[in-house]
Nanobody, 126 residues
Framework: QVQLAESGGGLVQAGGSLRLACAASGPTLRALAMAWFRQAPGEEREFVAGISWTGGLTNYADSVKGRFTISKDNEINTAYLQMDSLKVDDTAVYYC???????????????????WGRGTQVTVSS
């Protein structure tokens, strides 16, 4: 069983930066692919960024490419999402997710991830 806890959300002005963290308990992150999803009010939860279980592959939604960076530190069982050049449209609840299946690509669908955190709110003001 994997438990995930997000932190680092908050209020930031457009153009600013935030770094989200996802602390995992249970299996080591070496065995897990990790991803970040987000859900804005009235919208479906969408894929933002993912990293393979090896750490060698990453994938990003087109809307965040070049601005967001996903990483994971296996030694401290923590995944990160560095968010730069934030826009008002990035406002959402951000969720961390873990996938224990060792596939060779980065999954992007909600139902492909078995474990989820409770989310952290990110609000970008204009």
């Amino acid at each position: 069983q994997v438990q995930l806890a997000e932190s680092g959300g908050g209020l930031v002005q457009a153009g600013g930066s935030l770094r989200l963290a996802c602390a995992a308990s249970g299996p080591t992150l070496r065995a897990l692919a990790m991803a970040w999803f987000r859900q804005a009010p009235g919208e479906e939860r969408e894929f933002v960024a993912g990293i393979s279980w090896t750490g060698g592959l990453t994938n990003y939604a087109d809307s965040v490419k070049g601005r967001f960076t996903i990483s994971k530190d296996n030694e401290i069982n923590t995944a990160y999402l560095q968010m730069d050049s934030l826009k008002v449209d990035d406002t959402a609840v951000y969720y961390c997710a873990a996938d224990p299946q060792r596939v060779w690509y980065v999954r992007t669908q909600n139902d492909e991830y078995d474990y989820w955190g409770r989310g952290t709110q990110v609000t970008v003001s204009s």
